[in-house]
């Protein structure tokens, strides 16, 4: 049993292959995150569980979970 | 084509085992129940980890200090190395530089150690030199008024040196007093939590805030500071400027709460376990809580403060970790959902599922359960004069002693890496709401902990048969 993606989440991304999660404007790299968000360093962490795989979203210019889709989507 | 189908392939395909490696969370858990074992198999074999868990013991002149340094220095040495080597196993795996980390973390340890040091001068409470304040003001000083070099920011990761000690914490908290304490906990947290995300969500509505920038303060506002901001933010689908708002005012709030809450705690003469509850209640961050929760339980014993000194800390964990932080996936799902299906969404689609609710959870708390079970276990069927007398300064004490190391390095680092100028410009109206939420908070947990439930919290703090 595959215990850290539920077999909803790993079905749904496998039915919306042009998620985020793929998609060149989204970038989920702890590092670049912590970089990016002034303070998360401090009394956080990019490399936290809590974090899952949300990234930041170049063309919305929003943070989002990486299962989320948009039709400007375009493949890395 | 082949690119779009391999990067498909990569976020579909991965390990199962991927997170064990590459979340912070779970190397706390590793390097946490690591030394937990260890101290165990040491201790059946009628050995202990205490010579490598120095800590610095109570001196009153500079001679005393600088004799106990020397006579320990090899003792030092092995501690720092121990430390280097687990943390710099996991920062190399998390893909951070190890040669920056090196030298970063040698400039850590030393700094703490003398932290510590001065905390056992016998004079310290005297001059309110709690190590965790100290190491705070001092880290705040350095980080806004010199200019520190780069490759210090790898050696300062605060939430791994805080989620690594709260493993450790585990081994001196009795399952059975989390089974005991953990409801009463939960339902405190949970009308506090509750209430405060509603007054932030609101007052932040009203005052003309977008839903998902008053969702992300309310969440960093009750239930776990900067990971439930940043949590809520990904759930949720914020704004890019969001996640840097809601994070500015936890921090701040957070740095003055640590001051705040010991010392009226010190005024009104709370019990350790009251003042600990009322922390874990009103303190908005893990890191900056325990700092808070650490500092009281020095003043156990002063000035008609009753209560053990660990009772501060332990009440401060039921109720911050047991009581909130595991149920930031709950609130990240419930979150999500009301965002995908009544917030507008501006072309980007979102779909929740159940499983954000492992996925978000945060792990460090098996190690802590884990740890607290195996001594549990290691303890059950001694007396408790052998448990004192034996467990306690073999096994549990040198834990105790690594855990107060990691939270010093955790304290360091928090005062290292707030800077002020570097942080996003909230604005009045976030302030305004995540105030609001602020003072009903901490007027609250107040009431709850010092009224409603003060027979359980002070009971916590009773020494033992």
Excluded at chain 2, 167 to 178: K, T
Excluded at chain 2, 210 to 235: E, K
């Amino acid at each position: 049993m595959n215990l850290w993606h539920s077999p909803a989440a790993t079905a749904r991304t496998q039915r919306a292959p042009r998620s985020c999660a793929t998609c060149r404007h989204f970038c989920a790299d702890p590092k670049a995150i912590e970089a990016a968000i002034p303070g998360l360093i401090t009394l956080g962490s990019g490399y936290a569980s809590v974090r899952s795989d949300d990234g930041l979203c170049e063309r919305h210019q929003r943070y989002l979970s990486a299962a989320s889709s948009c039709s400007q989507y375009e493949a890395r | 084509m082949p690119n779009h189908a391999n990067a498909i392939n990569s976020a579909t395909r991965q390990s199962p085992w991927r997170e064990l490696f590459a979340k912070e969370d779970w190397w706390a858990v590793w390097i946490g129940l690591g030394l937990v074992i260890v101290a165990g198999v040491l201790f059946a074999s009628g050995a202990s980890l205490k010579w490598i868990a120095v800590t610095p013991q109570k001196w009153s002149t500079i001679d005393q200090v600088a004799a106990q340094f020397g006579a320990n220095a090899t003792r030092y040495l092995a501690l720092f190395a121990l430390w280097l080597v687990l943390f710099g196993i996991g920062v190399r795996a998390l893909g951070l530089r190890l040669a920056d980390f090196v030298p970063a973390f040698a400039v850590l340890f030393i700094v703490s150690a003398l932290i510590y040091a001065l905390g056992a001068w016998d004079q310290a409470s005297r001059y309110n030199l709690e190590p965790p304040l100290v190491a705070l003001v001092l880290g705040l000083l350095a980080s806004n008024l010199l200019r520190l070099p780069a490759w210090l920011q790898s050696g300062l990761r605060v939430e791994f040196y805080i989620k690594t000690g709260i493993v450790l914490l585990g081994a001196g908290f009795p399952f059975v007093l989390i089974l005991w304490a953990g409801p009463v906990a939960i339902g405190q947290a949970a009308i506090v939590s509750l209430v405060t995300f509603g007054v932030i969500y609101f007052v932040g509505v009203k005052l003309g805030l977008d839903r998902r920038l008053a969702a992300t303060l309310g969440v960093g506002g009750a239930v776990c500071g900067v990971s439930g901001a940043i949590a809520v933010a990904g759930a949720v689908g914020a704004k890019k400027e969001h996640a840097p708002i809601a994070i500015t005012l936890v921090i701040l709030w957070a740095i003055v709460m640590i001051f705040v809450l010991p010392l009226v705690s010190r005024a009104l003469g709370l019990p350790t376990g009251v003042a600990g509850a009322w922390i874990g209640t009103s303190e908005f961050a893990d890191a900056a809580g325990l700092a808070a929760a650490q500092t009281y339980s020095g003043y156990a014993g002063q000035a008609g403060i009753t209560g053990t000194p660990e009772a501060s800390v332990q009440a401060f964990t039921l109720m911050k970790v047991i009581g909130r932080d595991v149920w930031i996936g709950v609130w990240a799902l419930v979150l999500s959902i009301i965002a995908t299906t009544r917030w507008e969404n501006d072309g980007v689609t979102s779909r929740a599922d159940a499983g954000e609710i492992w996925r978000r959870f945060p792990k460090f708390v098996i190690g802590f359960l884990i740890a607290s079970v195996i001594v549990s276990l290691a303890a059950r069927g001694l007396s408790y004069d052998a448990y004192k007398k034996t467990l306690t300064p073999e096994l549990v004490a040198p834990l105790q002693g690594l855990r107060n190391w990691a939270f010093i390095f955790c304290f360091l680092s928090i005062g290292l890496t707030t800077r002020l100028r570097d942080l996003a410009t909230a604005g009045a109206r976030p302030f305004y709401a995540f105030t609001a939420g602020v003072v009903v908070n901490v007027i609250l947990g107040y009431i709850l902990s010092t009224i409603v439930f003060v027979d359980f919290w002070t009971k916590l703090g009773q020494p033992g048969p």
